[in-house]
């Protein structure tokens, strides 16, 4: 059970930063969600999110690394994506079905993050024409992500993907294991391994 905690001003503010980088929204506008919003404190290794978890919930990353997957039919578990602080997780619409999560999420180091149910946010862009702008910008950002991440694995070779994980994310490899990087970037632990070496010895 997550323990959840009232936000404080400082949370606030974070917030308030990583939505207005996502897109242009003010204060006035964001204030009415406050109240739906909560706090939640993430060791490593913590899930944050499983699969069937109801109800969908909107998630702000104010700081950490999450990392959300799904098991395979052979029992193995397939990274879908990182997510790191400050930043947000997958629109609840793109990684819930009837109601309940698809997903699973877990912390890969210490973090912290900002939750409140989906609903709140689908009631507040009906209510105010700023919100919907914003919650739309939101939604076309992370379809052009996912778009650009199914050509990325259709056409790049694996050197090409690793190197713009790398410039996108580049703390990654400090706090993330390799087979959740490889498993990420479709290719193998060994493959990943050998990539490295050769990105090395390029650069020295």
């Known amino acids: 059970m997550l323990n959840r905690e009232p936000l404080t001003a400082d949370d ?13 929204i003010d204060e006035p506008n964001f204030a009415a969600l406050w109240p739906a919003m909560r706090a939640v404190t993430l060791a490593p ?15 702000f990353v104010l700081e950490g690394i999450l990392r959300s ?11 879908l994506d ?42 507040q ?17 992370e379809l052009v992500r996912r778009m650009d991440r199914e050509l990325a694995l259709a056409t790049q070779p694996a050197r090409e993907r690793l190197a713009a994980l790398l ?4 703390g990654l490899p400090d706090v993330v294991a ?8 479709g290719i193998t632990p060994v493959s990943l391994s050998r990539l490295r070496a050769q990105a090395r010895q390029r650069a020295d």
Do not use: N
């Open 82 to 123: 990182f997510h790191t602080g400050p930043g947000v997780l997958t629109p609840a619409v793109a990684r819930s079905k009837a109601g309940r999560s698809r997903i699973h999420c877990e912390a890969l180091s210490a973090a912290r993050v900002v939750i409140f149910a989906a609903d709140a946010l689908s009631a």
């Open 69 to 79: 997957w799904i098991g395979d039919a052979q029992g193995r578990t397939v990274t």
């Open 45 to 59: 290794r913590q899930a944050l999110l499983a699969v069937g978890d109801a109800p969908p919930t909107e998630c």
């Open 125 to 141: 862009m009906i209510a105010q024409p700023a919100m919907a702008r914003w919650g739309d910008a939101v939604l076309t950002q």
């Open 178 to 185: 390799q087979h959740h990087l490889a498993s990420y970037l």
């Open 167 to 170: 410039a996108e994310q580049p």
């Open 12 to 24: 606030r503010l974070r917030v308030l930063r990583i939505a207005q980088a996502l897109a242009p």
